[in-house]
């Protein structure tokens, strides 16, 4: 008998387990077939920085939360429906943000003595009532899983391994997912080792058909797909479409890109995929350390590349002072700036936006460098290319500032059409039969001429040193440096004129009070702006790309607000160049726990602030 | 030794078909070293000798660091970049990595190259990076006005070290030679008709060159080199590197050539001065900067003295070849291409549309 199908609009799924239980894989795929489903989703990844912690304990407890829905959603969902905990790890350290009443789909077979002992349990929590609020489902995942794979010819301890595709193989039954995708990407990921690709399919399908005849799943459930805007859609990562985007903006602008780059968590993945993409002329250099990184790359530019270097706050402490040098020798940069949690070397896999001042600010002397934030996974991509268009028409270093949740975080993205993307003109100089004077300013933009090696007549030596206004001279008069301090700053605010105006969600139009954001909050900040207007209280929300120079209509928007509300992971860092910038008494609601924030949590702080704002 | 045109090191790099002269090199800006500084004639000498090369002007980049060397962008006449303490060859990397037509230079000193800039130059000998490296090594901080530097001699007397100084001095060649370096040679200010001739080997040299000059600073550092300089010490000082000629030095033997010479030690594995008479020519060891191996080159850079100056190995230690970082990048980049063939655009599109996909209607 066909068991009942029940309809859902929205679920969230979280996939926990040891970091060598390959949860990550499996939510990745059950992230893509969800994908090619239809549904809108967005994906949260959650990872321990040591690459293999002592396995079954508590910090090294991996876990990938999937939220998807029939209708537009925004974040990774504050709380799971479902908990798949592949050990007593995984259950212990989870169970907290579980609901009660909802679903845990536990493996027993990990319940042993000592993984017991290594969590601290002191009986097994899946014998006695203390799950009795939850419905737990009890499956023997390594056992079945081991079951199914008898006859492959591989041993216990490798048919084990497959157990991941087993959970994802009965969590696609659960929630009618299409399954060819899966069954693809193993037969590719696997196509030097066919016993293992057939092992794992096995296991995937031993899990689908487990769902299907064991009591104790009774129900499945569908989620229909998502009304999306007409397009042809793929799922994708911020750090990929990142990486696209740069590309994207070399072929727009003509320029090779170069990229020079250190590793480092949560930036490496750029480095990584820009490497396999040679064919479309790209160079990857990675350097002896963070400050040989932008060092090429900068050469790279003085040389005529489109040229790139990508890191973490850490990174971006030992650039500054090459970055200083980019600001005075005016050429295009871009800096990608993957946040992650600090100071020091902090969290490297956990998310903050604590490094906005460091870019806004961290250089010796007055060195203004615009800045770029992308605020969500797909909108990497063109935020990449905005980030190339100033760097090169205004011939300065600029800063990509994104962060790990967007960088590990995936969506749908449509797909978007080459041709509609903007032209970028790297204008480089040449020779005329006036002499050349390498900081002679275009009047519209003031950026300075790129005149690059190989340009005969054009020969000219560039610095450090503070120049002489138009000659690029040394020159260390003082009624110059004043003038180029100047010049350099005027140069950065002249950005806000190619900036368009901001966009601002305010559908009663009556909305008293503004919340305001920056970067990846911008989906988390949406969908508590919507339960706040659910509510029936109306809010106006608005989101900033370009965090220097400001757009020039900021000014006038807050102060046509009673109230101005910014949510940021930080302590406050755009709230006090707000108010020093617009004299505006921001209201911050701050958060600096690695994590996003949650959507309920963040209704529940903005309610508080309307409630005093006597909305 | 005389420059080939041909070059490999130089294959990329457009030619002029214009004679060229010393003054087109020179620029107009005003000369700033104090009077009497070592930098002034390595400077006439790479004026002098850049039009030798034959190479368009607008394809030759001079890179520098921080430093009272550092200065000599300004006053060539090419494309130059003043870059920042110690990251010159960094940023020399990413410049003759993108570009294949340029002939790129760094301009470096002791403290800039070995102190604050050591990784950058460790790393770029072990790539070989087709790259030139003049290291003026004057042993001392001159720009910050006299602190001793990481190959001043061991209690040196400076501001910072009024007791004398307690830090063990770097060898340059030595450390070139333990980073992997393809090309390592030494030359002394000078000795212009040396000073040319290294230069000019350093340049035709596919990879990175590092050249080591030995350069006076009268005013923090007077006559650290006096002993190798000196008329009446030099023939004791100087251990000459000629290739496939023995090693001698010291006054004249009997047959003309030095009276000591270097031999191998077979007990340490390294090279020992030898009495010329004593042992006879055919024990001395011939100098060969193009084996690959690079023990010998070692032994014999470990005969510099790493106090006061008295005795120095001068020349080519060492000159191979390795394929350089820039060529087998470029190598890649063209293999990529040829195996992706198509349309950039298509190409592209292509790629941000690859994966799997889904239509919305
Ligand atoms: S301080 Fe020494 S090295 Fe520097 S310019 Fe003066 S003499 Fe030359």
Not at chain 1, 183 to 192: G, I, N, S, V
Not at chain 2, 108 to 132: E, F, K, P, Q, Y
Not at chain 2, 262 to 272: E, F, H
């Amino acid at each position: 008998m066909a068991k009942p199908v029940q309809q859902l609009d929205r679920v969230v799924i979280r996939f926990a387990g040891d970091s060598g239980d390959g949860m990550q894989l499996a939510g990745d795929q059950f992230t893509s077939e969800t994908a090619v489903f239809g549904n809108d989703l967005s994906t949260l990844p959650n990872f321990p920085a040591e690459i293999r912690a002592p396995a079954g304990t508590l910090p090294g407890v991996s876990s990938f939360q999937l939220h998807f829905a029939d209708h537009e959603i925004t974040t990774p969902g504050d709380a799971p429906d479902v908990l798949v905990a592949m050990n007593p790890a995984a259950l212990k350290a989870n169970l907290p943000d579980l609901p009660v009443g909802r679903d845990i789909i536990v493996n027993t077979d990990e319940f042993g003595a000592r993984n017991l002992a290594k969590v601290g349990y002191a009986t097994n929590p899946l014998d006695g009532d203390s799950l009795d609020s939850w419905r737990v489902h009890k499956v023997p995942l390594t056992s079945m899983t081991i079951e199914a794979l008898a006859g492959t010819g591989l041993g216990k301890k490798d048919a084990a391994r497959a157990r991941n595709m087993f959970a994802l193989g009965l969590l696609s039954w659960m929630y009618h997912r299409p399954t060819d995708g899966t069954l693809r990407f193993l037969e590719k990921k696997f196509a030097k080792l066919p016993q293992v690709a057939a092992a794992n399919i096995a296991a995937f399908r031993a899990g689908w058909n487990y769902g299907e005849t064991t009591e104790s799943f009774a129900v499945s459930y569908e989620v229909k797909p998502a009304p999306m805007r007409p397009g042809v859609y793929r799922n994708i990562s911020g750090n990929l479409a990142l990486s696209y985007g740069l590309i994207a903006a070399s072929r727009q602008s003509g320029l090779p890109l170069f990229l020079g780059a250190y590793p480092i968590t949560p930036a490496s993945d750029i480095l990584h995929e820009l490497s396999k993409h040679k064919g479309f002329g790209v160079r990857t250099f990675q350097a002896e350390d963070e400050i040989a990184g932008i060092g090429a790359a900068l050469g790279a530019a003085f040389g005529g590349a489109l040229a790139v270097t990508t890191t973490s706050g850490p990174g971006i402490a030992l650039k500054s002072e090459t970055i200083g040098l980019a600001v005075s020798l005016e050429l295009p940069l871009v800096i990608c700036d993957i946040q992650r949690g600090g100071p020091s070397t902090g969290l490297p896999t956990k998310t903050e936006q604590t490094d906005l001042l460091q870019v806004m600010f961290g250089r010796n002397g007055e060195a203004p460098v615009p800045i770029v934030a992308p605020q969500s996974p797909g909108d990497c991509f063109d935020a990449a290319i905005e980030a190339a268009r100033i760097a090169l028409t205004y011939r300065t270093p600029v800063f990509l500032l994104s962060d790990g949740y967007l960088a590990n975080g995936s969506e749908p993205w449509s797909i978007p059409d080459l041709d509609g993307l903007p032209e970028l003109a790297p204008d480089f100089a040449v020779a005329t039969d006036r002499p050349f004077l390498p900081y002679e300013r275009d009047p519209a933009t003031l950026a300075r001429p790129w005149a690059i090696p190989g340009t005969a007549g054009l020969e000219h030596r560039i610095g450090g040193l503070e120049k002489a206004d138009e000659t690029g001279e040394i020159s260390y008069d003082p009624a110059n440096h004043d003038l180029m301090v100047r010049l350099r700053q005027s140069k950065v605010d002249r950005i806000a004129q190619s900036i368009p105006p901001l966009l601002v969600d305010d559908p009663s139009g009556a909305a008293g009070v503004l919340v305001l954001g920056w970067g990846s909050t911008h989906g988390v900040i949406d969908a508590a702006c919507h339960r706040v207007r659910r509510r029936g209280v109306p809010v106006a929300q608005v989101h900033l790309r370009h965090l220097n120079p400001f757009p020039s209509d900021l000014g006038d928007l807050l102060h046509r607000y009673d109230r101005v509300v910014l949510p940021e992971l930080n302590l406050g860092q755009l709230a006090l160049l707000l108010r020093a910038c617009y004299l505006v008494d921001v209201v911050s609601i701050n958060q600096v726990n690695g994590m996003p924030f949650r959507a309920a949590d963040l209704e529940e702080a903005l309610w508080h602030v309307l409630q005093g704002a006597g909305t | 030794m005389s420059i080939d045109l041909g070059s490999p090191a130089l294959s990329g790099v457009p030619k002029t078909d214009v004679a060229q002269r010393p003054k087109d090199f020179k620029t107009d800006q005003e000369v700033r070293w104090c009077p009497g500084c070592g930098d002034y004639v390595i400077l006439a000498a790479v004026q002098g000798f850049l039009p030798e090369l034959g190479l368009r002007r607008e394809n030759i980049v001079f890179v520098s660091g921080i430093g009272c060397s550092s200065r000599f962008p300004y006053y060539l006449d090419t494309y130059g970049m003043h870059s920042i303490h110690g990251r010159a060859p960094a940023i020399a990397t990413g410049i003759a990595t993108a570009r294949e037509d340029l002939s790129v230079w760094v301009v470096t000193g002791d403290g800039d190259a070995l102190s604050i800039g050591g990784n950058h130059l460790i790393h770029a000998l072990r790539r070989n990076v087709n790259l030139t490296i003049l290291l003026f090594n004057n042993r001392i901080y001159g720009l910050t006005k006299g602190q001793y530097s990481p190959t001043s001699e061991a209690g040196k007397v400076t501001k910072s070290t009024p007791m004398g100084s307690v830090d063990h001095p770097f060898n340059p060649v030595s450390l070139a030679l333990g980073a992997e370096a393809t090309f390592v040679a030494r030359t002394i200010d000078s000795d212009r008709k040396h000073l040319t001739a290294v230069l000019a080997a350093a340049a035709a040299h596919r990879g990175t060159s590092l050249v080591e000059i030995y350069q006076n600073c009268p005013i923090f550092n007077d006559g650290a080199f006096d002993a190798i300089k000196d008329r009446d010490t030099k023939a004791d000082a100087i251990i000459p590197l000629e290739l496939g000629e023995p090693i001698r030095f010291g006054a004249p033997a009997e047959d003309g050539g030095g009276s000591r010479g270097l031999a191998l030690d077979a007990q340490t594995g390294g090279v020992r001065v030898v009495d010329v008479a004593e042992v006879g020519v055919e024990a001395l060891l011939v100098h060969d900067a193009t084996r690959d191996d690079p023990t010998t080159a070692f032994a014999i850079s470990r005969l510099t003295d790493a106090g006061y100056l008295r005795q120095s190995p001068i020349g080519i230690f060492r000159q191979v070849d390795r394929p350089t970082y820039d060529d087998q990048a470029r190598a890649q980049l063209s293999t990529a291409r040829t195996a992706a063939p198509g349309e950039q655009a298509d190409r592209l599109g292509a790629l941000i549309g690859g994966g799997d996909t889904w239509t919305v209607v």
